[in-house]
C-alpha cells in the first residue's frame, strides 16, 4: 500500500479481462467499478468511503473541492491487471498523486477493504496538504522529501485498530529485541530487508501514536503544513514539535522499550515451548504453512530460503530437510498462497495440496508426493485459498471468491463439481474437517456489537447446511483444529 507519482506507472501488463468501468457518484467520490461482483459491492465500499472521509477529516482536517475518484477491483488478481501503477502480491491499494485517485482490490475481507480504503484516501488528503495550489506538477517533485513514517504512518494511524494484532505483534518483538528501526531509517523503506518492510509500516504508525499522545494530535496536520514549506527534517520537526530527528528517535525508542518491556513481562520467547527445527542462514527467510504428513513423521512447509518459493519436507526428529518443489521454476506459478491452511496433506499421506497463482487466475495443484507431478485445478471461482481434504479424501474444501464475496466450498475430485457451502458478505476461511467428515470448521467475519468486524469460529453441518457460530470472545479466532 502506498502512494504513487505518475511516472511510476506500469507498462506492459498481462490483461486477462475486459474492464467495463460504470461509475456512481457519492457525496466526495466517484465511485468506479464494474460487473456484477462489482455491484454487490458497492453498498459496502460506499459506506467504507463515507466512514474513511469522516475518520481521516478528523485527524487531517481539510476542505477538498472536488470529488475523490476511487476504483474497485473484485479480486487481487484483477487488481494486478491494472495498468496505472504495477501492482505486487503484498499491495492492497494505491494512490496516484497527480490525478488524486486511488485504487484498491478486494481480497475477500470486509474489514480488510474498509481498513486499506481508510488507508489509501488519508495519502488522498496528504497530498492534498502537500500538492494543492498552482503548479501541482513541480510540487511533486518534492515526493522524495517526504519521509515514509509520516505518510505511511498517517495512513496506518488512520485505520484504527484493523490491523492491531499484527501491529502489536511486530512491535512488542521488535522492541524486547532491540530490533526497532531508527526513525532515519524510516524515511524511506528501499534499503530495509523483506522481513522489515511490514515492521515498518507499523512501526510508522507507532510513532505517528507516540506524536499525538507526547505533542498532541494537532500537531500532525501542522507537520505536513510545514513539509509543504520545507525541504529538510529537522526544520520540520523542530519548528512544530521543538525537537530534531536524533532526539525524537531517541525518546521514541525508550517509550517503545519501557512499553513493551512492561507488556512482555511472564511472557516467554518461542524456544520456551519448542525446539526451533528450521536453521537461521546469512539472510532471513520466510518459513510458512507447515503442516504434519498423517503418519507425524513428515513436515511439509513453504520457504523462499533460495529465492522463490518452494516446498520442503522435514523429518522433525532428524532435522534432516529436501526440497520437494520449486514451485515458480518447475510449475510457473507466480505466487503460492499461504493463507491458512496453504499446504495440506491427503489422508493417506500420497498427496500434498496447495493454492497457487498463474496469469493471475487461481488454481488448486494437487502434487504427488511419490512422482512429484502436479495437476492444476481449476475450481471455477475467481480466487481459491486454504484447501483441505475430506477424509475420504474424495473432496477438497476450500476458501473462495465469486461474485464478490469469500465463501467455503466442495471440490469433488472425481468429477470435478463445484459446490457453493455457504452465502453471505463476510470473509469465510480457514477451513479444517471433522474426523468423520460430517462437519466443517471455519473462521467467518461479522460484526461485533459496538460495529466493529471480527472473525470467530464456525461449525458449518455437511448434512443439513446448518451453521452455527461457536465462539464471540474480543479479537479474531482463526484457524480452528478439531482433534482426532
Known sequence: MGPCSEWACGQNKVITKDFRWEKET??????????????KLLPYVNEYLEDAFTTVQKILPASPKYNFPFFLYNTHNDFEQCNIV????GTGGVTEAFKNRFLVGHVGSQRYLKYVITHEFTHEMEFDYLFSGFWRSARLLKMVVYPNWLLEGLAEYSGGDADATVREMYLRDASISKGLLPVEQLYNFNHVMPHQVTLGYKESEALIRYIAEEYGPDKLPLLLESFQQHYEENSVLISV????????NKKFQEYMEDKYRELSKGLSEPAAYGCLLTSHGPYPRFYESAVFSPDGRTIAYISDA?????IYLLDPVSGRYSQFLDITREMSVEFVHTEGTGLAFSPDGNYLVFSGEREQQDYLYLCNLSTKR????????????????????????????QEGFSDIYSFDLKNKNLTRLTTGPMDETDVSCSPDGKILFFAAERKNPIGQIEYDLCRLDLETGEKTYLTSLPGDERYPCPSP
Open 26 to 39: 457519492i457525496p466526495h467520490f466517484d465511485v468506479y467499478f464494474y460487473g456484477r461482483a462489482g455491484r
Open 86 to 89: 504495477d501492482i505486487g502480491e
Open 241 to 248: 514539535l521543538g525537537t530534531n530527528s536524533a532526539m525524537l
Open 306 to 310: 533460495r529465492g522463490g518459493r518452494e
Open 374 to 401: 502436479c495437476e492444476a485445478l481449476f475450481t471455477g471461482t475467481e480466487t481459491a485459498e486454504s484447501p483441505v481434504f475430506s477424509p475420504d479424501g474424495n473432496t477438497l474444501y476450500f476458501s473462495g471468491i
